[in-house]
Each structure stands twice: as C-alpha cells, then as structure tokens.
C-alpha cells in the first residue's frame, strides 16, 4: 500500500531501544504483523519465539492458517483473504 499512498508509512511501527539490549531484530509486512495487531492470535514475544526456532516461514504459516479459520473476513474485516507476507529476521 505504501507504494499508492507514500502516507501509509507513517502507521509504521517503531521505537528505540539501547543496542547492548538487542539480541534479534526482524522487519515484516502488515501481512504478518497482524497476527499480532489485528487478530490478537501471538504476542511479540511468541512471534519473536517462532522465528528464533522455526523460522520466518514458520511465521508466515501461522499467520495463513490463522487467517484460513475466517476465509470471508467476518471475525477480522479484511479486503483480501490473506495479505503479501515478508519477514526479514536477523540475530546475533
């Protein structure tokens, strides 16, 4: 969406943290957040939990499964049956 609307990058979500604290960061589309956000399915920490020991494939899976349970958007309003899913995941 923010390729047609540049403003849709101001619902970004962001924050900071001191560096010495970090031990993982991971970047992902609204497609996969939502598990988090919109269906209330994982926490962040679930969510960081899976990619750690399954992986970013792992995640994405979850959130289609999630989404399979409400295929015509009742539950979670949507205009799509499931959204683009990217994750970026890296830890040190």
């Known amino acids: 969406m923010a390729a047609a609307v540049p403003e849709a990058a101001e ?19 609204d497609g996969v957040s939502r598990l988090v ?3 209330g399915m994982a926490t962040w ?16 899976d979850t959130v289609r499964k999630v989404e399979a349970t409400d295929p015509t958007g009742r539950r ?7 959204d683009d899913a990217t994750v970026a995941f890296c830890q040190w």
């Open 11 to 29: 619902h970004a979500l962001t924050g900071t943290v001191s560096g010495i604290d970090v031990r993982a960061a991971a970047v992902m589309s």
């Open 37 to 39: 956000t919109e269906y």
């Open 45 to 60: 920490s679930e969510v960081f939990n899976t990619l750690r020991t399954s992986g970013p494939g792992e995640l994405i």
């Open 76 to 82: 979670w309003p949507r205009y799509k049956s499931g």
